[in-house]
């Protein structure tokens, strides 16, 4: 009975189980409960004013619960205070235990430079469940040990919500500050500390500490700061783990001067500068970090014996990593896409790092340290570094949002790589005889290639666009060479040489830089500038202190200032250059002793040539100047601006009488001057209008065209522009195969250095003369009665149009066809006969192709002939016929063969039948042969037996065999063999069978009597 009832009350609890799990009113997990205030209980506050602890004694004095211990703590609990002119709750100089909880502290004024709990020189103190709104701090700590704050909330404008002071034992856990405060957590002096699971939200510290030793900061939260996530600042051994900072108006987190650090597991987005950042540190570990979206991903300033470790770093809009002047690094297994590993230092060891298995853009990182005549395949990379290497060669590769380092390296060659959205292109220091081939370099921040300190460096066709920085810039850098290189579109210099003696710069192009296209600076003495253009610059070409250099055979054209100008540079030889449309064509300051010849200066805006007062003793000779607001303005004394024989100037001012007068307050005269004539526009030829026929080769449009100023030239097809480039003053062509049928519009504009123009025009007309191609199939010949048969045939050409089909000179068939597709007539259902099928297809030129397919329809299938058994009957027997099925499209005639005499000739249409009866005993042979309209013709063969007939037969009988069969009996008569032995008749049997039945009765009747 108490089992049963056990039973019962189990099955009741339960069934009240379930029913409790079931209840819609049970939480499914912690965050559906309602919010509560500390320990769960809804708090209901008791109004206060400020309260003042100066003493342990105080606690009793006042009445406050509890003994003191840390069993049983003094409480402050469940207090609304709200004071904007005194600190509310204040404790200080006690070594009690006590506890401050559930209070709610407010300020009553809008402005409050008070603080809402303060404690000073206390031990054991708790501070828990509180709520603190809108005070100078929320918390302030001074010289108080062993202080726990847990699971407060603070709220509104403070300068900080957690101030301490010269404190050690601290542990601030699960608490929220919301608030616009300067700073969630300032820490000052103060050791053994533990910042674990707090929320800090629109602060511009989330935590701020310095001076202090073992500091744990550990799954804290921290939202928008408009500073610094975590600041550190000359703490030793600290550990920070598992906290999440976003959107962060600095770094994430920062370790200032923090030796033996440890920063493991930690989640950094949304940095404005670094995600991490460690400074003059020693030991550092950094594990298994998580950085997005930030400006830097980890930093290692000065660091001594750092390592980063499993990170992963994405979306960092400059470096991933960056190691800057640290030591003994150590990199492993960390995974960076969307930016890549920069490495700095004064010297090599700084350069000198440990790594394995570092991916970077889903490729390993290619580190080559102390390697010696390697050649590296860049494809397999995604990125490269050389460092104290020797022999190097580097082929290929495309490179995304990473830099290219090579130091202290030697005779390297780096061929076909392209970099692409960087913030650096290829850094060279220290690293002489480099050559660079077929570099491209486009949309990077800073330089596309920047040198220091690497002598015998050649960079050539190569290309550099869209950069922040400068090209090419080498510093410290002498005999480099920079050729048949392109430079477009930049917001700074093209080429820069500084410090760089006897470089060669030629045969290069510079186009749209905000900035000078190439220039010479800072002792870059007896450099060459050769064959280069620049245009639409600030500036063209710039000389400055840099002695001895050479200037010859370029176009500067359209810079917005100089075209060029030599600046503090001595023994400067400018010639054959053409400076046209600039504002300022050639410009000499502080410059002796320079040579300027044959130089062609026309059209600038403001002056020719300028001379400054501060050059002395240069020579003009042999320059065409030319339509310029001033042709010459000379300032400087002692220069010449003729050979003093017979050679000076071509004005386009000078009247063609006596000396030129050069402008200018230096009074130079050209003894020698001679006129120019205006200018006229480039010539270009105007050609008749052509016709080309599509699908031809060799089409081309050629004009005539010279000019003693080629500048550019433009080609366009209907106002759609095919062509643009640098003119030379040649004939200009174009190669016009491969249009469409149509009429095309073909313009070219020629433009020369004086911003004179010419144009020409021709109309080309496209024809097409050539007719679709079309298969030939092969000609049909198909059984009458069939199906399934079609004639098809393969038509393509560029502009289809329509196609017919004929059967005999009747059209069949007739529509539109595609590009290139398959045509077909159905030729089904004809009667015996040869037809002619012929298609004739035509594009929308009108051109036309046909071809013919013949058909034959014939009959070559022999009549359908059933073949009847073979016949064996007796004589004198009858009703044997023989009857054989016949079928033909056809049907014609047969004739009945009996041992090879015709017995019957006749028409058939489905069967044929031959009465064999009345013949004699013996063998005979009927063939029937069959024939249809066609001549084809089948036989078959029945023998017949006729065998004599028997006088003891009591019935006739006929015995038919089939050729391939086994005998079978006739339905016509029947055949019983004769008897061998005599025959008793059924009727006697019997009665002899009943006469001893009847015997046997009677004697088993008296058989029973007697007994």
């Known amino acids: 009975m108490r089992t049963g009832s056990t039973r019962v009350i189990f099955v009741v609890m339960v069934l009240g189980l379930s029913m409790i799990l079931a209840s819609p009113d049970a939480p499914k997990d912690s965050t559906s409960m309602p919010l509560q205030h500390g320990d769960g209980v809804r708090v209901a506050y008791t109004s206060s004013g400020p309260i003042a602890i100066s003493s342990d004694a105080d606690f009793v004095s006042q009445g406050w619960p509890g003994s003191g211990t840390a069993a049983d703590p003094y409480r402050i609990e469940n207090l609304s205070i709200v004071t904007s002119s005194s600190t509310?709750?204040?404790?200080?100089?006690?070594?009690?235990?006590?506890?401050?909880?559930?209070?709610?502290?407010?300020?009553?004024?809008?402005?409050?430079?008070?603080?809402?709990?303060?404690?000073?020189?206390?031990?054991?103190?708790?501070?828990?469940?509180?709520?603190?709104?809108?005070?100078?701090?929320?918390?302030?700590?001074?010289?108080?040990?062993?202080?726990?704050?847990?699971?407060?909330?603070?709220?509104?404008?403070?300068?900080?919500?957690?101030?301490?002071?010269?404190?050690?034992?601290?542990?601030?856990?699960?608490?929220?500050?919301?608030?616009?405060?300067?700073?969630?957590?300032?820490?000052?002096?103060?050791?053994?500390?533990?910042?674990?699971?707090?929320?800090?939200?629109?602060?511009?510290?989330?935590?701020?500490?310095?001076?202090?030793?073992?500091?744990?900061?550990?799954?804290?939260?921290?939202?928008?700061?408009?500073?610094?996530?975590?600041?550190?600042?000359?703490?030793?051994?600290?550990?920070?783990?598992d906290n999440y900072v976003t959107a962060i108006n600095s770094a994430g987190l920062i370790f200032y001067s923090s030796d033996s650090l440890n920063v493991t597991r930690n989640t950094v987005s949304k940095a404005h500068a670094s995600g991490i950042i460690a400074q003059y540190s020693d030991h550092v570990e950094m594990s298994f970090n998580t950085i997005e979206a930030s400006t830097y991903g980890i930093t290692l300033s000065r660091i001594t014996n750092g390592s980063v470790r499993g990170s992963v770093i994405s979306?960092?809009?400059?470096?991933?990593?960056?190691?800057?002047?640290?030591?003994?690094?150590?990199?492993?297994?960390?995974?960076?896409?969307?930016?890549?590993?920069?490495?700095?230092?004064?010297?090599?060891?700084?350069?000198?790092?440990?790594?394995?298995?570092?991916?970077?853009?889903?490729k390993s990182f290619g580190y080559f340290l102390n390697r010696t005549n390697t050649i590296v395949d860049g494809s397999k990379f995604g990125q490269i570094m050389l460092v104290n290497s020797t022999g190097m060669r580097v082929s290929g590769g495309f490179f995304?949002?990473?830099?290219?380092?090579?130091?202290?390296?030697?005779?390297?060659?780096?061929?076909?790589?392209?970099?692409?959205?960087?913030?650096?292109?290829?850094?060279?220091?220290?690293?002489?005889?480099?050559?660079?081939?077929?570099?491209?370099?486009?949309?990077?921040?800073?330089?596309?290639?920047?040198?220091?300190?690497?002598?015998?460096?050649?960079?050539?066709?190569?290309?550099?666009?869209?950069?922040?920085?400068?090209a090419v810039q080498l510093e410290s850098c002498s005999h480099a060479t920079v050729v048949n290189t392109t430079i477009q579109r930049l917001n700074n210099q093209g080429i820069s040489l500084s410090l760089s003696p006897f470089g060669t710069i030629a045969n290069n192009t510079v186009d749209d830089c905000s900035s000078w296209g190439i220039s010479v600076t800072t002792t870059s003495y007896n450099a060459t500038v050769l064959r280069n253009t620049v245009?639409?610059?600030?500036?063209?070409?710039?000389?400055?202190?840099?002695?001895?250099?050479?200037?010859?055979?370029?176009?500067?054209?359209?810079?917005?200032?100089?075209?060029?100008?030599v600046a503090w540079s001595n023994h400067v030889h400018v010639s054959n250059t053409t400076s046209i449309l600039n504002n300022v064509g050639l410009y000499s300051v502080g410059s002796d002793n320079g040579t300027y010849m044959n130089n062609t200066v026309m059209s600038n805006g403001d002056t020719g040539i300028g001379v400054d007062g501060t050059s002395d003793y240069s020579v003009f000779v042999g320059n065409l100047l030319g339509w310029n607001g001033i042709n010459a303005e000379d300032a400087s004394s002692t220069s010449a601006w003729d050979d003093n024989v017979s050679r000076g100037n071509a004005w386009s001012d000078y009247n063609g009488t006596g000396?030129?007068?050069?402008?200018?307050?230096?009074?130079?005269?050209?003894?020698?001057?001679?006129?120019?004539?205006?200018?006229?526009?480039?010539?270009?030829?105007?050609?008749?209008?052509?016709?080309?026929?599509?699908?031809?080769?060799?089409?081309?449009?050629?004009?005539?065209?010279?000019?003693?100023?080629?500048?550019?030239?433009?080609?366009?097809?209907?106002?759609?522009?095919?062509?643009?480039?640098?003119?030379?003053?040649?004939?200009?062509?174009?190669?016009?195969?491969?249009?469409?049928?149509?009429?095309?519009?073909?313009?070219?504009?020629?433009?020369?250095?004086?911003?004179?123009?010419?144009?020409?025009?021709?109309?080309?007309?496209?024809?097409?003369?050539?007719?679709?191609?079309?298969?030939?199939?092969?000609?049909?010949?198909?059984?009458?009665?069939?199906?399934?048969?079609?004639?098809?045939?393969?038509?393509?050409?560029?502009?289809?149009?329509?196609?017919?089909?004929?059967?005999?000179?009747?059209?069949?068939?007739?529509?539109?066809?595609?590009?290139?597709?398959?045509?077909?007539?159905?030729?089904?259902?004809?009667?015996?006969?040869?037809?002619?099928?012929?298609?004739?297809?035509?594009?929308?030129?009108?051109?036309?192709?046909?071809?013919?397919?013949?058909?034959?329809?014939?009959?070559?299938?022999?009549?359908?002939?059933?073949?009847?058994?073979?016949?064996?009957?007796?004589?004198?027997?009858?009703?044997?016929?023989?009857?054989?099925?016949?079928?033909?499209?056809?049907?014609?005639?047969y004739r009945i063969y009996r041992n090879g005499t015709v017995v019957m000739s006749a028409e058939w249409t489905d069967s044929v039948s031959l009465n064999v009866d009345y013949l004699i005993v013996g063998t005979y042979n009927f063939t029937l042969v069959v024939w249809d309209g066609s001549g084809n013709t089948a036989a078959d063969t029945v023998i017949v037996t006729v065998v004599p007939y028997s006088t003891t037969s009591t019935s006739s009988t006929t015995e038919t065999t089939a050729t391939s069969t086994s005998p079978t009996t006739s339905n016509n008569s029947t055949t019983t063999p004769l008897p061998t032995e005599p025959m008793v008749?059924?009727?006697?049997?019997?009665?002899?069978?009943?006469?001893?039945?009847?015997?046997?009765?009677?004697?088993?009747?008296?058989?029973?009597r007697r007994q």
């Open 88 to 241: 509310a709750i204040n404790v200080s100089s006690t070594t009690a235990y006590f506890v401050i909880k559930n209070c709610l502290i407010q300020n009553s004024s809008s402005v409050d430079l008070t603080t809402g709990i303060a404690l000073k020189d206390n031990a054991h103190g708790v501070i828990r469940d509180c709520i603190v709104e809108n005070k100078h701090d929320g918390i302030y700590i001074n010289g108080s040990n062993e202080t726990a704050l847990d699971n407060n909330t603070f709220l509104g404008a403070m300068v900080s919500a957690m101030y301490v002071q010269w404190a050690s034992g601290l542990s601030i856990t699960n608490s929220t500050v919301s608030l616009n405060a300067n700073r969630g957590v300032t820490l000052e002096y103060v050791d053994d500390v533990e910042i674990s699971r707090n929320l800090f939200n629109n602060t511009d510290y989330g935590i701020y500490s310095y001076y202090g030793d073992n500091l744990s900061i550990s799954s804290n939260t921290i939202l928008p700061s408009s500073s610094s996530g975590v600041y550190v600042y000359w703490i030793s051994n600290v550990t920070a783990y």
């Open 315 to 362: 979306g960092c809009t400059l470096y991933g990593l960056y190691l800057d002047q640290s030591l003994g690094t150590q990199l492993y297994d960390n995974t960076i896409a969307g930016s890549g590993i920069y490495v700095y230092g004064p010297s090599l060891e700084y350069y000198v790092v440990e790594e394995s298995n570092n991916t970077v853009n889903g």
């Open 400 to 470: 995304e949002n990473v830099p290219t380092r090579i130091e202290y390296s030697n005779q390297t060659t780096l061929s076909g790589m392209t970099m692409v959205n960087t913030y650096r292109g290829l850094s060279l220091d220290y690293s002489p005889n480099i050559t660079v081939v077929d570099l491209s370099v486009s949309n990077a921040t800073t330089n596309g290639v920047g040198a220091f300190m690497t002598d015998n460096l050649t960079i050539k066709d190569s290309h550099f666009e869209f950069l922040t920085g400068i």
């Open 535 to 565: 245009r639409s610059c600030t500036g063209g070409v710039f000389i400055s202190s840099s002695h001895n250099s050479t200037m010859r055979d370029n176009t500067v054209v359209g810079n917005s200032a100089y075209g060029v100008k």
């Open 659 to 893: 000396v030129y007068p050069v402008g200018g307050t230096g009074g130079r005269i050209d003894h020698y001057p001679v006129g120019i004539a205006l200018p006229v526009p480039p010539f270009i030829s105007q050609l008749e209008n052509m016709t080309v026929t599509e699908d031809t080769i060799g089409n081309v449009i050629l004009w005539e065209a010279r000019s003693l100023f080629p500048d550019w030239y433009t080609i366009s097809r209907n106002t759609t522009l095919l062509n643009e480039g640098e003119w030379n003053g040649s004939n200009i062509s174009l190669n016009i195969d491969g249009l469409e049928v149509g009429t095309f519009n073909f313009t070219v504009v020629v433009y020369d250095r004086l911003g004179l123009t010419n144009s020409s025009s021709v109309i080309v007309t496209v024809v097409d003369t050539t007719a679709p191609s079309l298969d030939s199939p092969p000609d049909i010949t198909y059984e009458v009665g069939t199906t399934g048969h079609q004639v098809v045939w393969t038509a393509a050409d560029h502009h289809p149009g329509s196609h017919t089909i004929y059967r005999n000179g009747t059209v069949v068939a007739s529509g539109n066809w595609s590009v290139s597709t398959t045509i077909s007539v159905s030729i089904d259902g004809l009667s015996l006969g040869l037809y002619n099928f012929t298609i004739v297809v035509r594009d929308l030129s009108g051109n036309l192709v046909v071809d013919t397919v013949w058909v034959m329809v014939r009959d070559t299938t022999p009549p359908s002939l059933t073949s009847p058994a073979d016949v064996t009957y007796v004589m004198g027997a009858v009703g044997h016929v023989l009857q054989w099925n016949v079928s033909d499209l056809f049907p014609a005639g």
């Open 985 to 1008: 008749p059924a009727w006697a049997l019997g009665v002899v069978a009943g006469v001893f039945s009847v015997v046997i009765l009677v004697l088993l009747v008296l058989l029973r």
